[in-house]
Structure formats: C-alpha cells, structure tokens
Nanobody, 127 residues
Framework: QVQLVESGGGLVQAGDSLRLSCVAS????????MGWFRQAPGKEREFVAA????????SYADSVKGRFTISRDNAKNTLYLQMNSLKPEDTAVYYC????????????????????WGQGTQVTVSS
C-alpha cells in the first residue's frame, strides 16, 4: 500500500511563491505517474498538474500553466509542485495523488486516473 504525505502549504500573499512536497512510501513511486489536485471550499476537486513516471512529460491545468511547475525526484520518492505568482483563487487544499498503473505512457488528468491520495496541505493566498 502506498502512502502519500504532503507538506509545504501555508499562508502567503498574492504574488508570492510556495513549493509543495509529497513524500511517498513504497517501491512503486518511481514507476507511477503522479499528480496534484486541489479543492477550494464549496468547490469540487480539480486537476492542477501531473507528471509521467519518468519525469519527461507533464500536463497542467490552464489556470496554472506558466506559473506552476511539477517535478519529481525518484531517488527520494518525492513529488514537488513549485507555485509562483500565486493568486487568491489558488487558495485550496492541495492533494498529491499516485497512479496505480506502472510504467504507463499516459499522464492522467482526472481524479479517476489516480489510485492513491494524500491527506492534503492547505494553501491560502491573501490579496
């Protein structure tokens, strides 16, 4: 069973940056696509970014493209989300997610494409 633990959230001002981390337990991290989702109060969980197991392909939601960067360090079993130029509308709980398929060439961009989820980390951006 894979466990995912997010960290790095906090309260920042608009225009600031944050880097989220997600540490995975288990031996499948390096062979699994990983993603970030977020959920704001009263809204559904939405896709933010995802990255192929090999790290050579990533997908982003239009709302974060050019501001957020997803990356991974397979040697450290860690997924990252670098968030720059943060906006108040980025305020949400951010969740790390892992795909149960191994060595897939597909990068999932929907919640149904992921099998493992972390507990989330709160990001609050003040105006």
């Amino acid at each position: 069973q894979v466990q995912l633990v997010e960290s790095g959230g906090g309260l920042v001002q608009a225009g600031d940056s944050l880097r989220l981390s997600c540490v995975a337990s288990g031996r499948t991290f390096s062979s699994s696509a990983m993603g970030w989702f977020r959920q704001a109060p009263g809204k559904e969980r939405e896709f933010v970014a995802a990255i192929r197991w090999s790290g050579d392909r990533a997908s982003y939601a239009d709302s974060v493209k050019g501001r957020f960067t997803i990356s991974r360090d397979n040697a450290k079993n860690t997924l990252y989300l670098q968030m720059n130029s943060l906006k108040p509308e980025d305020t949400a709980v951010y969740y790390c997610a892992g795909d149960g398929l191994r060595y897939s060439i597909v990068v999932p961009t929907t919640a149904s494409g992921f099998d493992y989820w972390g507990q989330g980390t709160q990001v609050t951006v003040s105006s």
